[in-house]
């Protein structure tokens, strides 16, 4: 294939965007690029992280411009994949999502709960707005998005829009490659089966032997994500979901723990992520830097190059290679409806994705159950967002269950609503 390619980053000044460059720049002779284009509304940002990357272009013999823009149709003109990491409000709203549903008694974090939520609220309507750019600027592209809360946001442009998407989250890749190192199966195929930051590992194979039962009864944990303050599950309780959780579902499993420690702790997750910012944008700033620094693998997005790049490599090069994504469900979980958005293995190729169906006999309860409760706030949730509706949103908080209390719910809702008005147009 002799075209070359313009990948389009929306969200570039984000202190991720430098792990993206890399996986760009290791997989250089099988993504043939043409141009980079780098795109954010934050001028500070976008200067001193594109610099690092026009840096770490030239460095690896990168041969294609690389351009800064804070145009988004400019960003998107001509594109072939834009990968979308947008942060509506930036941290200090990330903040907000963790501190005031403290003071309802509910949990504050950025995907799970009401936090979740009005992170939901602030990101689906600009999201909508990228896809119609899109659908006018380059039809054809495919949008990859690690945007939070990504199974939201996919539900949300699948359903109202007419682009090519696939939802990203390295959360699976992590628990793969460390269950392949715990166990020492490093040719492990995995059975994958939630909703995004809602999921399970239900089965674990190598040369046609099920490893699952023996993970299970060693009461196998997967390896932490580095936002989230875990302290792991017990053996008791993995062998009664019968499955390996997340370690998301810490929110779920633990949620007065949880709470508890959110209530104590000194700063919040975002606080702390805007310190690891400023740091992460100081050491960039070096002029004689072009490589990636260490701190990164301190936040929370460790391996996203080698998901959203090596998905880049799987389409545009039809490797029908396993992938685990966030796209609409077509039947491959027997137990959900066609058009929800759920987070499975998909066979990815220059069609896109093709879900990997779970079989008939799939008998989890716990997991159907769960799957569809929390599903059931999600579609509210989209339609909350979508159409400005406080009576959809007070519907999806009630089925969330991290609120759990009307009247809780409701106070939270308007104090969020307020303290975050400037990004929700569609509540005015």
Wanted: charged share 25%; net charge negative.
């Amino acid at each position: 294939m002799d075209k070359r390619i313009k990948i389009a980053i929306i969200g570039a000044g984000s202190t991720y965007t430098p792990e993206l460059m890399e996986g760009i720049i290791k997989r250089k002779e099988s993504i043939p690029l043409g141009e980079l284009a780098l795109m954010d509304i934050d001028g500070r940002k976008l200067d001193i992280v594109g610099g690092l990357c026009e840096r770490m272009a030239e460095a690896a013999g990168l041969d294609c411009p690389v351009v800064k823009t804070d145009q988004l149709d400019d960003a998107l003109r001509g594109a072939d994949f834009v990968l979308c990491q947008i942060r509506v409000g930036k941290l200090p709203a990330r903040v907000l999502d963790e501190q005031i549903p403290l003071k309802y008694g509910m949990i504050g974090q950025e995907t799970c709960g009401i936090g979740g939520f009005f992170k939901a609220m602030r990101t689906i309507p600009v999201m909508l707005d990228l896809a119609r750019r899109m659908e006018e600027l380059c039809p054809d592209a495919w949008l990859i998005n690690f945007s939070n809360p990504a199974g939201i946001i996919t539900e949300a442009i699948l359903n109202h829009s007419n682009v090519k998407m696939l939802g990203l989250c390295n959360v699976p890749y992590n628990m793969f490659k460390s269950i392949r190192e715990t166990l020492s199966l490093p040719q492990a195929d995995f059975t994958y089966i939630g909703l995004n930051h809602l999921s399970w590992i239900t089965g674990i194979e190598q040369n046609g032997k099920d490893y699952l039962k023996s993970a299970l009864e060693m009461g196998l944990n997967s390896e932490a994500m580095k936002n989230i303050p875990s302290s792991g599950f017990d053996k008791e309780l993995v062998q009664l979901v019968g499955a390996i959780p997340s370690s998301y579902l810490e929110y779920y499993y633990f949620k007065n723990k949880k709470l508890k420690l959110l209530q104590e702790a000194e700063l919040s997750r975002g606080e702390t992520c805007m310190r690891i910012e400023e740091e992460l944008l100081s050491i960039y700033s070096d002029a004689e830097l072009h490589v990636k620094p260490e701190l990164l693998a301190s936040r929370g997005g460790a391996n996203y190059s080698e998901v959203a790049i090596s998905l880049v490599d799987a389409i545009w090069n039809d490797k029908q290679e396993k992938h685990v994504v966030n796209l609409l469900n077509h039947g491959a979980l027997p137990f959900m409806e066609d058009q929800d958005a759920v987070e499975v293995t998909a066979v990815i190729g220059k069609d896109g994705a093709k879900p990997v169906a779970v079989s008939d006999d799939f008998d989890n309860r716990h997991i159907i159950d769960y799957m569809r409760m929390v599903k059931a706030y999600e579609r509210e949730t989209v339609a909350a967002a979508v159409e400005g509706s406080t009576e959809a949103a007070m519907r999806a908080l009630m089925m969330n269950p991290l609120v759990g209390d009307y009247q809780a719910a409701y106070d939270c809702f308007q104090e969020m609503k307020e303290a975050h008005k400037a990004y929700l147009p569609q509540f005015q």
